[in-house]
């Protein structure tokens, strides 16, 4: 995984899952966290999993 802040609001995110390069990013808003990521073909079925989990653990983690 190889990260860069490209701005103080922003770092894109670029990880290698099973030969699978997958482009993202975290934007930190006022009110929100957005996280975004390019899932491959190979890889999209595992999105309702892999959100659910970073909803969780992020609200987790975000919570005061």
């Known amino acids: 995984m190889t990260t860069d ?6 770092m894109t995110i670029t990880a290698q899952v099973v030969g699978q390069t997958i482009p ?5 808003r006022d009110h929100e966290v957005v996280i975004e990521m ?3 073909l ?4 595992m999105k309702g999993p892999l959100e659910a ?5 992020g609200g987790r983690l975000l919570a005061p």
């Open 42 to 45: 190979l890889l999209s079925v």
């Open 38 to 40: 390019d899932l491959p």
């Open 5 to 10: 802040w490209p701005n103080e609001d922003r």
């Open 24 to 28: 993202g990013g975290v934007e930190v």
């Open 53 to 57: 989990a970073v909803k969780k653990e």
